[in-house]
């Protein structure tokens, strides 16, 4: 099974501030992929698709780059309740293989 | 909103018995899938179910363990002889047609 990586945080910033993770896949054939945030003790849920040609939800904006498989989530005026892990996951295989990173942690301060 | 729900919430069990840990997923969904996270730890695939069989387990799904789909809503994970270290969240998680995983709310497993 191949790797997802993720900055290994954790991030601490304060409210108001743009805040970007990344996250890099070694599976060349990677079809999707995808940001979810889980909470302390919750399932992952759902944040966003990511396409390349770039999407943005919000805040919160995603973009591909499949050439250097690299992919990142920016969130700009973070608010106390972005506080969570944000997992970047890879999709291989036609949807059979979902291959979830570590998780990056973020802290957004009063 | 259609949800994917998962029972029991949290199960205890000693070591050497057999679990089952159940799931309902999202009605016009088609694939399954089950997920375990150890405390602290990462999510881990374990196996992918799609049209009443496996399309793809990892070597943690090893012959302890069995997925089922009795009925045409439960999915089911069976532990046979649990060891210490199956305890973890588990997860269930469907998708339609888009790859958009929905994930249920976890049943914290405990072996003692």
């Known amino acids: 099974r191949k790797e997802v990586e993720q900055d290994p945080g954790p991030f601490n910033v304060p409210e108001g501030a743009t805040v970007a993770f990344n996250c890099t896949y070694s599976?060349?054939?990677?079809?999707?992929f995808f940001w979810y945030r889980q909470d302390c003790r919750k399932e992952p849920k759902l944040l966003m698709s990511?396409?390349?040609s770039g999407n943005e939800d919000g805040r919160f904006t995603a973009q591909l780059n499949r050439a250097s498989q690299y992919i990142s989530l920016l969130i700009r005026d973070s608010k106390l309740s972005d506080s969570a892990t944000y997992l970047c996951?890879?999709?291989?295989?036609?949807?059979?293989?979902?291959?979830f990173g570590p998780g990056t942690r973020l802290s957004v301060l009063p | 909103e259609p949800e994917v729900t998962q029972t029991p919430s949290h199960q205890v069990t000693q070591m050497g018995q057999e679990v089952i840990l159940r799931c309902v997923p999202i009605?016009?969904?088609?694939?399954f899938y089950w997920y375990r996270q150890i405390l602290g730890q990462k999510v881990e695939f374990l196996v992918s179910?799609?049209?009443?069989?496996?399309?793809?387990k990892s070597e943690i799904f090893d012959d302890q363990f069995s997925v089922e789909r009795p009925d045409g809503s439960n999915f089911t994970l069976k532990i046979r002889s649990t060891k210490l270290e199956d305890s973890a969240m588990y997860f269930c998680?469907?998708?339609?047609?888009?790859?958009?995983?929905?994930f249920g709310p976890g049943t914290r497993l405990t072996v003692t």
């Open positions: 998680a469907s998708t339609g047609s888009s790859y958009e995983q929905y």
């Open positions: 599976n060349s054939a990677s079809q999707s």
């Open positions: 990511v396409y390349s």
């Open positions: 996951v890879v999709v291989d295989n036609y949807g059979q293989n979902f291959v």
């Open positions: 009605s016009n969904h088609l694939y």
């Open positions: 179910f799609y049209n009443n069989e496996i399309s793809e």
